[in-house]
């Protein structure tokens, strides 16, 4: 019913810090950020574009076990 046009994009601060407990470089956003997709529909037809998104959330002391959200958003 739909296609995905290009990549995901990012539209927010993204940071990297090196973690000395995990030894890597984490890329992390701080505060708000939104992902956007275009999508074109194949016809001329109602449909929905859903899926989830998995996602921690951290402060300087812990992190909160990964959750995930799911979504439908109505395409007309």
Do not use: R
Not at 20 to 40: P, R, S, T
């Amino acid at each position: 019913m739909y296609t995905l046009e290009g990549k995901v994009k990012e539209d927010g601060k993204l940071l990297k810090k090196h973690e000395a407990v995990f030894g890597v470089d984490v890329k992390y956003f701080n505060g708000k950020v939104d992902f956007v997709q275009l999508v074109k529909l194949k016809e001329n037809a109602k449909t929905n574009f859903s899926g989830e998104v998995e996602f921690m959330v951290c402060n300087d002391q812990q992190c909160l076990p990964p959750a995930t959200e799911k979504f439908s958003i109505p395409l007309n």
